[in-house]
């Protein structure tokens, strides 16, 4: 009987066994570093590199307001992702977002802003100029 106890414990832990967990050290680390830093992010394509870029040309205790464009223009269809992520990216500047959960714009967080990040939109906004423009948006702002 315990020769068929050590039998069936063998065999779960024969079928059990992920070869995985062995092909992970020959993993290439810096491929796989890449693909996770970006996955978070692939839902909007070009995000990452554009908030790394605003967080770039902004400091720590700034005001950004964030634009994106009309068809995210939605709380559920898009812009709180990209709040959500903004808010990560751009910690130590105060992010206001332009846009709430029932899907009401708030155009007075603009006089508050010193910036606006605008993903993939041309936000042309009085008061404001383009300071930097990329492929996938554009950073403006105040104009003194």
Same mark, same amino acid.
Not at 14 to 32: K, Q
Not at 48 to 70: C, E, H, M, N
Not at 94 to 116: G, S, T
């Given at each position: %009987? ?7 414990? +063998?065999?779960? +832990?024969?079928? @059990?066994?992920?070869? $995985?967990?062995?092909?992970? $050290? /020959? ?7 890449? %693909?996770?830093?970006?996955? =978070?992010? #692939? #839902?909007?394509?070009?995000?990452? =590199? ?8 902004? #400091?720590?205790?700034?005001?950004? @307001?964030? @634009?994106? =464009? ?13 709040? +959500? !992520? &903004? ?5 130590? !500047? ?7 959960? +029932?899907? *009401?714009?708030?155009?007075? /967080?603009? @006089? ?7 993903? !993939?939109?041309?936000?042309?906004? =009085?008061?404001? &100029?383009?300071?930097? *423009? ?6 403006? !702002? *105040?104009?003194?």
């Amino acid at each position: %009987m315990r020769v068929l106890s050590l039998l069936a414990a +063998a065999g779960i +832990a024969a079928g @059990a066994f992920e070869p $995985f967990y062995v092909r992970i $050290f /020959n993993l290439d680390r810096s491929r796989v570093a890449a %693909m996770l830093t970006e996955l =978070p992010y #692939k #839902k909007l394509p070009g995000l990452r =590199p554009f908030l790394v870029s605003v967080r770039a040309q902004t #400091k720590d205790g700034d005001v950004i @307001a964030l @634009a994106a =464009p009309l068809h995210r223009a939605h709380w559920q269809g898009g812009y709180d992702y990209l709040y +959500a !992520r &903004a808010l990560y990216l751009l910690s130590g !500047r105060q992010v206001l977002p332009l846009l709430d959960p +029932a899907d *009401r714009p708030h155009l007075e /967080n603009l @006089a508050k802003a010193k910036y606006i990040a605008g993903y !993939r939109c041309d936000p042309q906004t =009085p008061g404001f &100029a383009v300071i930097w *423009r990329s492929q996938d948006g554009e950073l403006l !702002r *105040r104009i003194k």
